[in-house]
């Protein structure tokens, strides 16, 4: 059935420990954690930035109790915080300190409900991994294309809720173009059902894109229908050495040319990021004799057997070096050597750490821009903060730059606390200036709410409070999160 069912959700005033007592009940000993200590993995998120309190932890099994339990929570005035695989970076996953919060966490719904081979697609429940999407994916000889590194760990509810990226949006898009389908519970208990698996749909507004990256504060995500595509048989992959940003752009537009729909990868990575990247990760080992300013892994794919693909991959990194764009290339010749080029890319969190302290953005500019963009915060954050270290990588090619400069070594914490502000201001006030976004696939969780503020129009904030009030107009569905919470 589509459509919006409604339950039971008359207004009440039952107290708070009433409405506790019932939410156990609703959820059963199976899906309930009190203790502090059982609480504490889901009150912390990923690499600690964020901690909040929590009256309860609810781990509903099914929608049914979902909506039961949203239900219950909302006749009793209890804010609720979504939680996924917990691997989100803007601590949008975390309560607030009151502790008046409960946390819903979809881990037990894990379940695949159905795969359609002839239509390509596949429903899962929120909680299912995304690691267990793509398996189930493969297991019909198809390819679910969302690639990030927390795969393992993150939730397919989750990615929907951030409308997660990763390294494979260049060719698929990001998780809002991999979705035809979803079911929600709304923020008064009521179960939106759109697990239509249709690829094209004029019947009115396309209310699921409504949750798509609203970061759990319209609803809570249930299942989803998402797409399946085929499968490549061929998987070539190559890094290049490059001079500078303006030769990946350039570069870019080569590989477009060339590798055409094939591209399915092209990141990037400023030379401090790959050289502590090596640094820190046992094993790895930069495939270049030389160094090189900035570094690109390139990965294309396609059907054809054959060598083809190659083909077109080798005249593409020859026409770069006649062009002067490549200064040096290595191609994948194995399995093995693919994994540690890809290892080299996915070792950028741990690269980090090693390199200092440092200040993240995830920031998107038209990918012409990229080049503009790069100049200008060096220029202006080495003229605040001389001795700041460049470090950046990211999804060049979708426009998207995990740009996070290292602060002098001697900076405290608590100076880089201080002065995260100013150096944000900096940052973005350059991606501002060049039409872009203060978050390209993280989302703004609790991290970046005063910034978007500041640099949204008033109608565009108009039209998400519009939305917001229209949906949760009591504030309870993660409060605090995207949007500053009401008072
Ligand atoms: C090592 C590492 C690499 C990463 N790389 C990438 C990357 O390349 N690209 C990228 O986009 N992200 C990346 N991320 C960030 C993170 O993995 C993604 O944002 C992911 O989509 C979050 O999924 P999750 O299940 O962990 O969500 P959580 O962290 O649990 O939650 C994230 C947000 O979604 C909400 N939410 C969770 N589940 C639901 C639901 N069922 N219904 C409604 N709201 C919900 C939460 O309230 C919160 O606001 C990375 C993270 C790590 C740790």
Redesign the pocket.
Known sequence: MTGVRATAAAASTAPMEGALSRLKEIVGPAGILEEPEEMEPFRVG?GGAFRGEAALVLRPASTAQVAQVVATCAQARIPM?????????AG??QPDDSGRAVIIA?DRMRRVRAVDGANDTLTVE?GVTLAEVQQAAQAVDRLFPLS???EG???I???L??N????QVLRYGTMRALTLGIEAVLPDGRVFDALRGLRKDTAGYDMKQVFIGS??TL???TAAVLRLFPRPRVVETAMAGIADAAAAIRLLGLARARLGEGLSAFELMRAPSLDFAVAAVPGLSSPFAGRHAWYLLIEASGQAEGDGLRQALDGMLEAGLEEGLVEDAVVAASGEQRRRLWGLREAQ?EAQKHAGRGVKHDISVPVSAIPDFIARADTALQRAFPGILPFAFGHVGDGNLHYNPIVPRDWSEATRAARQGEINRIVHDVVAALGGSISA???L?QLRVAEAEHYKSAVELDLMWALKSALDPHGLM?PG?VLRAQP
């Open positions: 990923f915080v979504p939680q996924g695989g917990n691997t989100g970076l949008g996953a979809l929120a990030l590194a927390s760990s993150c939730r509810g989750g990615n809720a951030t997660a990226g990763g390294t970061e759990g609803g809570i995500i969190a696939e993280h989302g969780g993660n999160k």
